[in-house]
Nanobody, 124 residues
C-alpha cells in the first residue's frame, strides 16, 4: 500500500516556475514507477511525466518536454516536478501517481495509487 500527498501548487504568472512535491508512505515506494498527471476543467486526466524506480529514466509528454523535470529521492520517499516557463494551458489539478511495475507507463489505468491533487493556476 502506498499513500501519496501532493503539495506546492499555487497561482503563478506565465513564464514563472513552481515545484510540486509528492510525499509517499509505504515500504514499497522505491520499487514503483512514479508519475505526474494533470486534469483541467472539462478535460480528461492526461499524462505529464514519469520516472522509473531508480530515477535514471524519465519520460515526458510532448507538451511539457524541455520545461518540466521529474525527479525522485527514494531515501525521502518523495517525487518532484519542477515546472519552468509555465503557460496558461498548464493550468490544471496535478496528481501524483504510483505504479507497481518496473517499466514506465503513460496510461492512467496502469497506476495503482493516486494522491488527492494540487491546483496549479497560470495567469496570462
Amino acid at each position: 500500500q502506498v499513500q501519496l500527498v501532493e503539495s506546492g501548487g499555487g497561482l503563478v504568472q506565465a513564464g514563472g516556475s513552481l515545484r510540486l512535491s509528492c510525499a509517499a508512505s509505504g515500504r514499497a515506494f522505491s520499487s514503483h514507477v512514479m508519475a505526474w498527471f494533470r486534469q483541467a476543467p472539462g478535460k480528461e486526466r492526461e499524462f505529464v511525466a514519469a520516472i522509473n524506480w531508480s530515477g535514471d529514466i524519465a519520460y515526458y509528454a510532448d507538451s511539457v518536454k524541455g520545461r518540466f523535470t521529474i525527479s525522485r529521492d527514494n531515501a525521502k520517499n518523495a517525487v518532484y516536478l519542477q515546472m519552468n516557463s509555465l503557460k496558461p494551458p498548464d493550468t490544471a489539478v496535478y496528481y501524483c501517481a504510483a505504479a507497481d511495475r518496473t517499466r514506465i507507463t503513460t496510461m492512467t489505468y496502469n497506476y495503482d495509487y493516486w494522491g488527492q491533487g494540487t491546483q496549479v493556476t497560470v495567469s496570462s
